[in-house]
């Protein structure tokens, strides 16, 4: 019943947003104080995925985007952290903060 209930008030678009955002938080095991940002932004079947890792003295920072279908949050979410990654984001993360 309460599974029910809480079908009615669920939004698949926020659903997608908020999975592709929190994968992205998991792959780079980002806690509340690591200097990451992921926002996602759904239009009409499209996710937009936007997500910075910035260093602690704000000297350094890389942002990257990516788009696909809405159904695929967690892949999106994924490979652009694996990007982020790539990018030398975890670097960022692993410095001190001042």
């Known amino acids: 019943m309460l599974v029910a209930i ?4 669920d939004d698949p678009l926020s659903r997608a947003a908020i ?3 929190r994968t ?21 079947e499209e996710l937009h995925l936007t997500a910075a890792v910035v260093a602690y003295d704000g000297s350094r920072q890389v942002r990257l ?16 952290a694996d990007r982020l990654l790539a ?8 410095e001190q903060a001042p």
Request: a negative charge.
């Open 6 to 9: 809480l079908g009615t008030v």
């Open 19 to 21: 999975t592709a955002e």
């Open 24 to 44: 992205i938080l998991a792959v780079l095991e980002a806690g509340c104080s690591a200097p990451v940002g992921a926002y996602a932004a759904v239009h009409e």
């Open 65 to 80: 985007s990516a788009s696909g279908h809405l159904h695929e949050a967690g892949r999106l979410g994924r490979e652009l």
């Open 87 to 94: 990018e030398g984001a975890d670097q960022l993360m692993g």
